[in-house]
């Protein structure tokens, strides 16, 4: 096969054309099938400064392209938040009615254990009032 002085360039007598040569594979074009490479940077698709042919084109690649996030919802005005803070006791008892004991020391497990239900207002005397911020 013989080898072309003008590569894979069209050359035409009557409308003569410029040739150029791709930046990746080396081989000579004509100058207007060659074209811009370009790839995401950020928000935009930046131009990467090589001419190439159809050839060794790439598409952008997506991975690279950055994810705009949605602006934060609008604050509540004057929330109410839960009382996370206070301290409501534990009672843990037996199927006797006696409060359950570690096995360790004896100690009671109400003082280990703090997370129970709200305390019920029909027994005022089995749930202390326990100082908290709001108190």
Request: glycine residues 4%; hydrophobic residues 35%.
């Amino acid at each position: 096969m013989p080898w072309h002085q003008n590569g894979r360039a069209r050359i035409s007598a009557r409308s003569p054309v410029a040739k150029g040569i791709c930046d990746r594979c080396q081989f000579m074009f004509t100058l207007s099938d060659l074209v811009w490479q370009y790839q995401w940077q950020g928000t935009t698709l930046q131009n990467k400064r090589l001419l190439v042919c159809n050839h060794c084109l790439d598409t952008p690649q997506e991975n690279l392209r950055v994810i705009v996030l949605p602006p934060d919802p609008v604050p509540v005005f004057n929330p109410r938040p839960e009382r996370y803070s206070e301290m409501i006791p534990s009672f843990i008892t037996t199927e006797d009615g006696e409060f359950a004991l570690t096995a360790e020391d004896g100690t009671v497990l109400i003082d280990e254990i703090q997370d129970t239900p709200t305390p019920s207002p029909e027994l005022p005397v089995i749930y202390p009032l326990v100082p908290g911020p709001y108190s």
